[in-house]
């Protein structure tokens, strides 16, 4: 998908704010993926492009953060904790809850395309294990009920 006229001004805002043009690929990764919902090959190549990079050296980058997508993406995005505190306050057993509630395994979304279930490294939130992230949103202390009222609101929303 090619990028709109909208989008390629916030990355020349992004170019000429910045240092260098290396230093502009990652907000220019945050457009790119705000944007679109993910990074796809074509958006890496165009990205290269324009700040005289290898699409190798603009994929490196997007595929070592979990936080890009190099495909689509749900319209929710789940984190689950897997490290070790939320490992000891049953993390496992809230990813299998979440994963037959919807169906789907950890790193896969949702037929319909609403939720993308993915595992997190520490979230900071270790003193109310387990944890996840949904969008922008920390939920505490899980548990099967909280997790149900969560995947209603997404489903519903
Ligand atoms: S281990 Fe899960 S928030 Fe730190």
Redesign the pocket.
Known sequence: MPFSNELKARITDRVNNSETKQSALIPILHEVQDELGHISNESMEEIAITLNLSPACVQNVVTFYTMYFNEPKGKHVIWL???????LRG?EHVEHYIGDKLNIKTGQTTPDGKITFMEAE?????G????MLVDDHLHENLTKNKVDSILESLKRG
């Open positions: 904790c897997r490290t070790l505190s939320c490992a993390a520490c979230l900071a939130a270790c109310t294990a387990p944890v």
